[in-house]
């Protein structure tokens, strides 16, 4: 273990909306198997984390997902799965965790990682984890920046300042927004732009000072409940919802107290089935055929794709290209490839329709 | 009726290959409502010939669909279902329904038409059954000849020569097999050719008397069947597989015997799903969908073609043009529309696969 007092904290929540029909409230992203290895996203989070950090894991869920959870986490210790009674966003989910840490060690410092995040070279990913472990003990809010591939534009991005220290850490110059193809284009040639994968590792109580200083209610709620447990019910639906980029990440950039470390691992949000597809190999024999499942269920003729065989069906393909197909027992999708994103306006209007057995 | 004489036969078979996995061997194509009237193209066929034979109608269908056929057509005497122990082509199966008519009424005249087409104009069509019937009745072999809309190269073609009588009839100069492009071009313009539906009127004895010059042993072999019923079984596997095109039609076009009623109603064989799609009409508020069954099941973002919901499943399309959703229990086809016709392809390798399943 690097450091006795680290510890990983799970968010593990959203729908992954844009994984519709495979994805969805009852059965979020993170709890699928989406690499084909046979773990889920939560499952191999946990895998990437334990050699530093053991089991000094927290994950914070929504409550009706604390079994499913517990089932695939059999070494997680039950204190150490928090409920939440409803969804606050990720400042209520990361800031209870710290409030918890921060009660059981005034010296824990903790990493937020994201449960439905798939990421390429390990080593290099806990080499950068243990580097803004290291500068998160000086006091820093650290981030971890991930080297863009290309000039995406449904990412938010970092742009690094100034070195810090003798380590890789750099200060963060500002968070930006999700931008337009040229801004990430100009971004991406300054060389100065990181990719914002939500991860975060700082000091409980920094973190919770800083939340304090502009969000004094929220900060105040998240102690008081990790003090008394039992008051959860009573204060968690008075807690402010905003995500903790708004309430904490940028304007702690702003006083210069955020710090960044560059990482050079493939990273993947997973953030729809296009992302899926490149994670994924081709399958044998069929050039451009990229299926998660059994890939004994498809028969394609002249076909290139994205395929999720969900059932016992056969999916049939015939001349067909950039195609995505997700086969479930109760819904078939079927979508061009560059409009991945687009499936979410197909679960809005289920939403809006009152299908809540499909969504 | 037009004619006490008159009686329709309908061959009742073929799989129905390229509209899988709608149509397979065990739910050949003409047992399927492919319009979405609530009747099947069978019974379409049989409620089209009603209002000129009555119940004086021959089925000829496969042993394995005797019973559906049956209970599709409840008001088909049980001595006019006339079940082929196996096939052996059409001549075989128009033959047989010829030689029982003609056993029962030596005036016999019958009128061919297959039990898995659509018919835009029946009124039209019914006028030039009639005028078929008319002009069979002197010894001539008469078929309807399909004014083409457009230069198919799926369709054989008639060529129509000199003006027979007073009625609308022509003799036939020859028939052609399936042209190409530029040949088919230049069948419509020069006026002369139709499409060849494969629908034909003729005195039962006259085709039986035209094949016993060619084909000798076929016909006295369906003459002994329909004087013999109980020799059905032993001489069936015997009799040569053949189409009645080449076994009558052609060879008696080339001695002046044929003649051709020329037909101006719609007349689709409904010969894959793309064909299929322009018999349908666009969804309500979903223009370019065309969608056989509930289009409630259907949930459509950007996106045109022709959509099979078969299922209880919702079938949910995003940004994807002219395509081709089949859904049925246990095979799902997504296919290109310009493909269509490939669908073949996908049933050749799953029967040569052994799987009778879903073939």
Chains 1, 2 share one sequence.
Not at 189 to 202: C, H, L, Q, S
Request: proline share 6%; net charge negative.
């Amino acid at each position: 273990m690097s450091n006795e007092h680290f510890w990983a904290v799970i968010p593990a929540g959203g729908a992954g909306t844009r994984l519709w029909p495979l994805s969805r409230a009852g059965s979020p992203k993170f709890l699928h198997d989406l690499t084909g290895t046979g773990r889920s996203l939560l499952q191999s989070t946990w895998d990437r984390l334990e050699p530093l950090t053991g089991a000094q894991v927290l994950v914070v869920t929504g409550v009706a997902h604390v079994d499913a959870v517990a089932k695939q986490l059999p070494d997680l210790p039950a204190d150490q799965l928090l409920a939440e009674p409803s969804p606050r966003d990720s400042m209520a989910a990361i800031g209870w965790a710290a409030a918890v840490l921060e009660a059981r060690d005034p010296e824990a410092v903790l990493g937020s990682f994201a449960a439905d995040h798939v990421i390429g070279d390990e080593e290099e990913f806990r080499a950068c984890v243990t580097a803004a472990v290291a500068a998160a003990s000086d006091g820093h809010v650290v981030t971890i920046g991930i080297e863009p591939t290309h000039p995406a534009t449904g990412f938010g991005y970092i742009e690094m300042g100034d070195v810090l220290g003798d380590g890789p850490a750099r200060a963060v110059a500002q968070f930006v927004e999700k931008p337009d193809r040229q801004r990430a284009e100009g971004y991406l040639a300054t060389g100065r732009f990181r990719w914002n994968a939500g991860m975060f590792v700082v000091r409980a109580s920094v973190l919770l000072d800083l939340l304090a200083q502009w969000h004094p209610e929220l900060a105040a709620g998240l102690r008081a409940v990790a003090a008394d447990p039992s008051r959860l019910a009573e204060l968690w639906p008075g807690l402010e919802k905003i995500a903790i980029d708004h309430a904490v990440a940028e304007p702690a950039a702003a006083e210069g107290r955020v710090a960044v470390v560059p990482g050079g691992f493939r990273w993947d949000d997973v953030g729809d089935f296009a992302s899926l597809g490149t994670l994924l190999e081709d399958a044998h024999g069929l050039p451009g055929v990229r299926v998660l499942g059994d890939a004994d269920k498809l028969r394609v003729l002249d076909s290139t794709g994205v395929i999720v065989p969900g059932t016992d069906r056969v999916v049939a393909l015939v001349g067909i290209d950039d195609v995505v197909v997700v086969d479930t027992p109760d819904a078939v999708l079927v979508m061009s490839r560059e409009r991945a994103q687009d499936v979410k306006g197909i679960v809005d209007a289920l939403k809006a329709q009152g299908r809540t057995d499909l969504t």
